[in-house]
């Protein structure tokens, strides 16, 4: 009888087992491949970058930023977001909308949060070009039309064609901005340039 239990419950265990390391692959594939997608559309006009750094917020306090990116037409403050279904949402409106499997989800407008970045940048440096885009990588759509600085996963390359467009920045002006930010950016409260 106790044979039988243990059998039994290392046949349970093994299921659950096979089930969780099912379960993070496919997470970390579909993950890995929106990254992917995101890196080949920048990959021919990013100059450099950097992930998840703190930066002063030019009023006193301390901004989060998860991407931010050296282009040669200025600095890409860049967010994704895993989030599926239909999206309704508007520049200037508090709450967007998620509506899947026919139920409706609130959630703050991501692009509050990259104009913050943006203000904390430019009080760094004013004169340096600041893009801000936001990126849904999961299956998403915008039925009623989408702010200009949103993308889905499929419309990001057409989308960023416009910024990659404008006027690029001569090579030691971008690169003399770029280290005032690495100058003031954390992680992990270090500096990334020690002094």
Not at 5 to 14: I, M, P, R, T
Not at 109 to 138: D, G, Y
Request: hydrophobic share 45%.
């Amino acid at each position: 009888m106790l044979e039988e239990f243990s059998v039994e419950l290392a046949a349970g265990l093994s299921i659950i087992a096979i089930f969780v390391i099912w379960l993070l692959y496919w997470r970390f594939f579909r993950r890995s491949y929106s990254q992917i997608q995101i890196e080949q559309v920048l990959k021919p006009y990013k100059q450099d970058e950097l992930k998840n750094i703190i930066l002063p917020d030019g009023v006193g306090g301390l901004l989060e930023i998860e991407k931010i990116f050296l282009l040669e037409q200025g600095i890409l403050i860049l967010r994704d977001y895993p989030i599926s279904g239909h999206l309704f949402g508007a520049e200037k409106i508090e709450q967007w909308t998620q509506i899947v499997d026919g139920r409706s989800y609130k959630f703050t407008n991501p692009l509050h949060h990259l104009e913050h970045a943006r203000q904390a940048i430019r009080s760094l440096i004013p004169k340096m070009p600041v893009f801000c885009h936001v990126v849904f990588t999961a299956d998403s759509n915008f039925p009623k039309g989408k702010p200009a600085a949103v993308s889905v996963l499929a419309s990001f390359e057409q989308d960023m064609q416009r910024l990659f467009n404008s006027p690029k920045l001569p090579a030691e002006a971008r690169e003399k901005m770029w280290d005032v930010i690495k100058r003031h950016a954390r992680i992990d409260s270090q500096s990334l340039i020690r002094e």
